[in-house]
């Protein structure tokens, strides 16, 4: 199964950009628990690069194809898995980089698109939440993406968002999007 990129993410509304990602369908990996393991003897690199072998995977279409069998573990590890094998891959941070942002509206009635590095378009929401790891010197922003899955806000994104806070209920400074409100405080 192939996902298509987003035309121009940039140039297209939220309304369009929301209904991409309600439309992504993505095979059942939650569901497929095959007995045959084993190594991919791949990795995802911090900046969301993939490897095999140690050499970069440089086509985009396939890097696209293994997100989509990506799954996280209940022990926090990462696998591909097909309905006939599962197999171990290595992740030095967050399996996916949110590479480009989306926002409208004003106060609680924003909204927050993010496109990732593997083409996929999640909403910010209360199922999709922004969380703010690090200290204030070091913020470490993510997205949570799917299945456990979260997506590593690159910095010029995140410098993006910080230009759009504002004071939340309680006070603090974060942003909304979808109804909930994200503080940006290094937890």
Not at 26 to 33: A, G
């Amino acid at each position: 199964m192939s996902m298509q990129p987003p035309n121009d993410f940039a140039s297209m509304s939220l309304a369009e950009v929301a209904r991409l990602a309600a439309e992504a369908k993505l095979p059942p990996v939650e569901r497929w628990n095959p007995t045959h393991c084993g190594d991919s003897e791949m990795r995802i690199a911090a900046d969301g690069s993939w490897f095999h072998q140690g050499s970069p995977i440089t086509r985009a279409e396939m890097v696209r194809l293994f997100s989509t069998i990506l799954r996280r573990e209940p022990d926090g590890s990462h696998v591909l898995v097909t309905p006939v094998e599962k197999l171990s891959i290595v992740v030095d941070d967050a399996p996916f980089v949110a590479v480009e942002a989306k926002l409208s509206g004003e106060g609680e009635q924003s909204r927050i698109a993010f496109r990732l590095n593997t083409d996929e378009v999640i909403v910010a929401d209360a199922e999709h939440p922004i969380r703010i790891e690090g200290t204030p010197d070091a913020p470490r922003p993510y997205l949570r993406a799917r299945g456990g899955m979260d997506a590593l806000i690159a910095r010029a994104v995140f410098y993006e968002l910080v230009d759009r806070l504002v004071a939340g209920p309680d006070g603090a400074q974060g942003l909304w999007s979808d109804g909930a409100f994200f503080p940006f405080a290094a937890a």
